[in-house]
């Protein structure tokens, strides 16, 4: 019998040696697909806004001390109160920062629409991914919630209450919400709640002047702590992090 010639081609990778993965098809990673250079940058974006906050956590103490203005026109809540109450005192700036608070209060909020429009629900899966069952929940809810009111969704993460503003974001770019709602719907509840902070300043008056004169000497120490804590929480997970996959590749006991 004559033998079959050998007809696989000479880069071929033998049935039994599967390929590795591409890096893009991690999990974790939202796409279902070789991703773009639009994902690429939704997902850039999104480590930008991570990083900012978490270099914003020890300065802003210092900067409602030496700068309340400037974190005012950053768009955090503590500013807007603060210049408030300056402006009970007679400071004039409080137009300029109520603006450019509102402005900058959303300053991140277009990535999140831009993921959610981009990725759909699988940016969700990346977020509940290794979440506790009740945050899963939570985020489940307001992924089904946003979907649902739409612009009551856009008002309510400007509120100071516990919503996965991101989250709500995402589902109304998957919803197919158009960017120029969005914004506009987004700028007028940001412009509405930094009025009211401050105006709560305002009413608040000298006593808040006077409170954040004397935090004024401890604010460098309330930094430090918070920089602290930031970096024994690291450490934390990271030991825990190794010792859970030290338990997971240790080879069995054999019989």
């Not at 890096?23 to 991570?50: N, T, Y």
């Not at 603006?99 to 969700?124: N, P, T």
Request: with cysteine.
């Amino acid at each position: 019998m004559t033998e079959q010639p050998d007809r696989t081609p000479p880069d071929a990778v033998p049935a039994g040696e599967a390929a590795e993965a591409e890096w893009w098809q991690a999990e974790g990673m939202p796409w279902k697909h070789k991703p773009e250079r639009a994902d690429i940058l939704c997902l850039s974006a999104i480590s930008v806004a991570a990083i900012y906050g978490l270099v914003m956590l020890p300065l802003r103490p210092v900067m409602l001390g030496l700068a309340p203005h400037l974190l005012g026109s950053l768009g955090y809540r503590t500013g807007l109160v603060l210049v408030g109450a300056l402006a009970a005192v007679g400071d004039q700036w409080w137009p300029l920062v109520l603006v450019l608070g509102a402005l900058m209060s959303m300053k991140f909020d277009w990535i999140y629409w831009w993921a959610g429009r981009l990725w759909g629900r699988s940016i969700l899966d990346v977020w509940v991914h290794g979440k506790s069952p009740r945050t899963q929940r939570r985020y489940e809810r307001a992924w089904g919630w946003a979907r649902r009111y739409e612009t009551l969704a856009i008002f309510v993460t400007f509120l100071p209450i516990p919503i996965p503003a991101a989250v709500v974001y995402a589902a109304l770019g998957a919803a197919g919400t158009s960017l120029r709602k969005f914004l506009s719907v987004g700028f007028a509840s940001a412009l509405l709640t930094s009025g009211a902070y401050l105006a709560l300043g305002f009413w608040i008056g000298e006593p808040a002047v006077a409170a954040v004169d004397a935090y004024g000497k401890y604010l460098w120490y309330l930094s430090i702590a918070i920089l602290v804590g930031m970096l024994a929480v690291y450490f934390y997970r990271e030991r825990q992090r190794a010792a859970a996959e030290k338990a997971g590749t240790a080879s069995p006991v054999e019989d």
